[in-house]
C-alpha cells in the first residue's frame, strides 16, 4: 500500500513554509504581475517547521520530525541563475520564474516544473518532485492563512490520487510555504500528515526578517532544591517546549538548542556579579545537567545563592528565555551531609551503585583521597556519554551521587570515575550498571 512513490510524496511534498503579504488581485493580474514571489530565493532564506504523521492504528501510530529547508549559494548555469536549496537531504539549483510564477529545479542537466501558481484555481499540471523525478497530477487553489499573526494570502495545490490520497500544500506571497495537511483512508490503516511552520528567516529587501512562534520553556515541577549542603553543587532535570514533541521514548523533538546556569550571592543589599555556568545535554533524552565550583566565603557567612536558567530554542531567533520568566531561584546553605571531614578516605574508590538493577534512580558512591579534579561520567554500551554527573574539582572525602535514568532506554551502561592532581592521572575505575524498566 505505501509504495516507495507514496513515501516519496510525503518526504517531498512537505516542502516549504511561512507567510507573508495579502493580495486580492484578479489571478490574471497575479499572473502578470513579477511583484509576487510565492518562493523567494535568496542566500540565507531559511524554513522550520515539524511535521507530524499519524496512523493511529498502523504499525507505526506517530512520528515527529524537525525540518529545514535552506537556500545557499546563487549560482550561474548556461546563463540562467538559479540558487542552491536544501530539504530532506538533497540539495538542487532552483530558481523561481517571477513572469510566469513558476517553481524550477534542475537535475541530470535538465529543468523541471515543481509548481506553476501562474495557473487559475482548479486547473491542473503535472508536478515533478526532485530525486527520482517522481510526477503527479495536482490542482491549483488559493486560500488565505494566519501564519505567525498575520493573514496571508497564498496558491497552492490539491492532489488526489486512485489510492484516496489526499493533500492540500499552500506558499505564501512573498515568503515560501505556508501549509500543508495530507491524509490516506485507503486500504488499511487510515493515516493524517500534517507540517506547521515553527520559525523562520526571509530576506526583505534590506535585510532579513526572522519569524517565530512564542514559546515558553520550563523545567519539570520546577524541582528546584531550597537548600545545598557542598561547594560543589550538581542538579538534573527535563526541559521542556512548547515546540517538544513526544510520540514515544524514542520518537519525540527536543527543541532546546543551548541552556546556562546564571548565580550570583546576596545578603540583604549586597549583591554579587552574575556568573554564568554552561548546562551539559544528556544524549537522546531532554535532560540537562550542571556543576558548580561554588565559593565558601560567601556561604559560610550567611549569603543566599540565587540561580536561574537560560534557555535557547532551536528556531532562528537567537532569544534566550529565562527560568523562572520572572525572578531567580533562592537557595540556601546547610551543613555538608554527603562528605565526612573528620574521617578522609585514605584511598580513592568506586562502589557498585545501589539499587543494581535499578528502575529509574540509583545511587552512586565515591570517594578521593586527595582534593582532585573529578569526572564522573555514564556511558552506554556503544561509548556515547548520556550523563555527566560530576566535572570540576572536589574535596577528599565520601560523596553520593543520584542518577535518574528515566529519559533513557533500558540497558547495560557503564559508570566511569575519573579523577586527576596537577593534569596527572590519579585514579580512573568503571562499572557496569543495569537499568530496567
Partial sequence: MYSK???LLLLFSSLFIGALSVSGQSLNKIHSDSSHNFFPLHSGNEWQSVYHFSCPFGYITCGYELKCISVGDRIVINDTVYHKVSMEGVTNPWRYDRAEHKLIFRQDNQEYIYLDLGLAPGEAFTMTLPGELYNKDVTIYEDTLMVFGNLKYCKGFHYTNVDWTFEDVLFADNF???WLDGKYIGEGPDATWHETLLSAKVYSGTGYTVYSLPDSPWIEGNDIPQFYS??????QFNIYSEHSFFCSENNFIDYIDSAVVEIFYSKEAIQTPIQ?????????????????????L????GYALNLRFKVWNKSYNNIAYPIPANGW???????????DEENIPSEYSLSQNFPNPFNPSTTITYSLADEAFVELEVFDILGNSVACLVNGKQAAGEYSIDFNAGNICSGIYFVKLYAQIDGKLAFIDTKKILFLK
Avoid at 554564568?276 to 565558601?296: G, R
Avoid at 560567601?298 to 557567612?301: A, G
Fill in 176 to 178: 515560501g510555504f505556508a
Fill in 230 to 235: 557542598s561547594r560543589y553543587f550538581t542538579d
Fill in 329 to 339: 531561584y533562592k537557595m540556601k546553605y546547610e551543613e555538608p551531609v554527603g562528605v
Fill in 276 to 296: 554564568s555556568v554552561q548546562m551539559n545535554h544528556i544524549s537522546q533524552s531532554i535532560s540537562w545537567n550542571y556543576f558548580l565550583n561554588l565559593n565558601p
Fill in 5 to 7: 512513490y507514496f513515501c
Fill in 298 to 301: 560567601y556561604f559560610e557567612n
